[in-house]
């Protein structure tokens, strides 16, 4: 099982970014699927997740309105759409696999994978 995520770079205030997180060793289609950021010396915080069926998704309150997940079961891929950036949203950016429909804590997570850096500054 592995999940890997790509996409992290350095974006000024106001940029967009695209995250994917590409699965393998699973069906896609049997796992939510979630993001979750992690800041030097602070827990992993809850970005967004994509129900099994894609059309339940959920977003964590700093977020909602800027980010966007989606999914391609048919590429294995989970996407993740930042507009709008603002320097705190800046962290390492985790992609994470699990059962749950509602996959938002980390407690809830069987498969991480690697993270990938954003970071937003001018």
């Known amino acids: 099982v592995q999940l890997q995520a790509s996409g992290g770079g350095l974006v000024q205030p106001g940029g967009s970014l695209r995250l994917s997180c590409v699965v393998s060793?699973?069906?896609?289609?049997?796992?939510?699927i979630a993001w979750f950021r992690q800041v030097p010396g602070g827990d992993r915080e809850f970005v967004a997740t994509?129900?099994?069926?894609?059309?339940?998704?959920y977003y964590g309150d700093s977020v909602k309105g800027r980010f966007t997940i989606s999914r391609d079961n048919a590429k294995s891929t989970v996407s993740l759409q930042m507009n709008s950036l603002k320097p705190e949203d800046t962290a390492v950016y985790y992609c994470?696999?699990?059962?749950?429909?509602?996959?938002?804590?980390?407690?809830?997570?069987?498969?991480w994978g690697q993270g990938t850096q954003v970071t937003v500054s001018s």
């Open positions: 994470a696999a699990g059962t749950s429909v509602t996959l938002r804590t980390t407690g809830a997570v069987l498969y």
């Open positions: 060793g699973f069906t896609l289609d049997g796992y939510a």
């Open positions: 994509i129900a099994q069926t894609s059309s339940r998704t």
